[in-house]
């Protein structure tokens, strides 16, 4: 079914604001700063913008695959050789763009982050109409390099309104 051009227009408006945002987790991930000023940073980035978050900004550190989410009494912050991934969700009356990123200050780890964006970039070229769930999740896991292990239990999915996860799962 054809999207209409209002709901179109709320998931674009998401979608940009969406950027700002990941401009600002890049920035504002220094060593030595709170994570749950991080997340503040950025959620109010959002807010900034006209929007609100879809979910509290999510700041994973290094073994931590996803979904954390500091708490007003947070005391870690970003050490120089961690790996953080920032998870974050903003929405147009209910239109959720969601994305995420991963720094590593030191750079220790870039070769990893790198070879994750170039898996993605991929997936991105391989994608079209016609292609099936299956055949697009098998080819991602044929990109990963040999020596890098994908977190099996995380998936990319569909949005709905004022949902995060909707429909498919993608593998």
């Known amino acids: 079914d054809t999207?209409?051009?209002e709901v179109r227009q709320k998931y674009r408006e998401a979608?940009?604001?969406?950027?700002?945002?990941r401009k600002k987790a890049r920035q504002e991930s220094e060593t030595g700063k709170n994570l749950k000023d991080i997340a503040e940073a950025?959620?109010?980035l959002i807010r900034d913008e006209g929007l609100e978050p879809a979910f509290p900004v999510n700041m994973s550190v290094n073994e931590e695959a996803a979904h954390y989410t500091p708490s007003e009494a947070e005391e870690r912050v970003l050490n120089e050789d961690d790996v953080l991934k920032v998870d974050i969700g903003a929405h147009s009356d209910g239109y959720i763009a969601d994305t995420a990123l991963t720094v590593n200050p030191s750079g220790k780890y870039?070769?990893?982050i790198e070879a994750v964006e170039n898996v993605l970039e991929e997936a991105l070229d391989?994608?079209?109409p016609?292609?099936?769930v299956g055949e697009f999740g098998s080819f991602v896991e044929d990109q990963v390099p040999e020596g890098l292990?994908?977190?099996v239990n995380l998936t990319g999915h569909s949005l709905g309104k004022y949902?995060?996860?909707a429909g498919l799962s993608i593998p």
């Open 3 to 5: 999207m209409d051009q």
């Open 15 to 21: 979608g940009e604001v969406i950027q700002k945002a």
């Open 42 to 44: 950025v959620e109010q």
């Open 110 to 112: 870039s070769e990893q």
């Open 126 to 128: 391989f994608i079209e």
């Open 130 to 132: 016609g292609k099936t």
């Open 149 to 151: 292990t994908p977190v």
């Open 163 to 165: 949902t995060q996860h």
